[in-house]
T-cell receptor, first 108, second 115 residues
Framework: GQSLEQPSEVTAVEGAIVQINCTYQ??????LSWYQQHDGGAPTFLSY????GLEETGRFSSFLSRSDSYGYLLLQELQMKDSASYFC?????????FGTGTRLQVFP | DSGVTQTPKHLITATGQRVTLRCSPR?????VYWYQQSLDQGLQFLIQ???????AKGNILERFSAQQFPDLHSELNLSSLELGDSALYFC??????????????FGPGTRLTVT
């Protein structure tokens, strides 16, 4: 079967750095995606890792270790608008499987 | 704005009824995906269509069906509705087939309430 695990909630203050971890178990793995979803909104694509290593996109970075079936999303210089749910998603052979999401709350 | 449109935005109906949700993908995208998101839950993949053909199936109930039309818009039909079907239903699209499924563009969703 396929399963993804990520923390249910993370809190941080403005300007801080936060890391959201994701471990997965899947048959047929092509890559790991990250999506952001604000309350009442639609998920939006943030990043994708197909190979091991770090991908940086502005304040956000994503990391993948295929041997450890593990990845993380790193958010730097946190802003209030970063308060949202973050989902990791495994790209399998025929579909994208989403984790249950991590709710990030940023405090002033 | 992702470029994906969904109608209606809200839908309230009674148990036992049937509804149809509509989705238009981004211009140029050939794949359409349907997801169900219940309160405080993750996104449950229902089904994917690519260029008019069913490509992948997730945990879609037999009471649910979907299709993608020649103009690439898609419809999700939900029948014999139950209270537990109340959820947010998202449609998403991507450029190609499964190889591009990692980057999907989501519509604003249809909030279905079954009473």
């Amino acid at each position: 079967g396929q399963s993804l695990e990520q923390p249910s909630e993370v809190t941080a203050v403005e300007g801080a750095i936060v890391q959201i971890n994701c471990t997965y178990q899947t048959s047929g793995f092509y890559g790991l995606s990250w999506y952001q979803q604000h309350d009442g909104g639609a998920p939006t694509f943030l990043s994708y890792n197909a190979l091991d290593g770090l991908e940086e996109t502005g304040r956000f970075s994503s990391f993948l270790s295929r041997s450890d079936s593990y990845g993380y999303l790193l958010l730097q210089e946190l802003q209030m608008k970063d308060s949202a749910s973050y989902f990791c998603a495994v790209q399998g052979t025929d579909k994208l499987i989403f984790g249950t999401g991590t709710r990030l709350q940023v405090f002033p | 704005d992702s470029g994906v449109t969904q109608t209606p935005k809200h839908l309230i109906t009674a148990t036992g009824q049937r509804v149809t949700l509509r989705c238009s993908p981004r211009s140029g995208d050939l794949s359409v995906y349907w997801y169900q998101q219940s309160l405080d839950q993750g996104l449950q993949f229902l089904i994917q269509y690519y260029n008019g053909e069913e490509r992948a199936k997730g945990n879609i109930l037999e009471r649910f069906s979907a299709q993608q039309f020649p103009d690439l818009h898609s419809e999700l039909n939900l029948s014999s509705l139950e209270l537990g079907d109340s959820a947010l239903y998202f449609c998403a699209s991507s450029v190609g087939g499964s190889e591009s499924s990692y980057e999907q563009y989501f519509g604003p969703g249809t909030r279905l309430t079954v009473t």
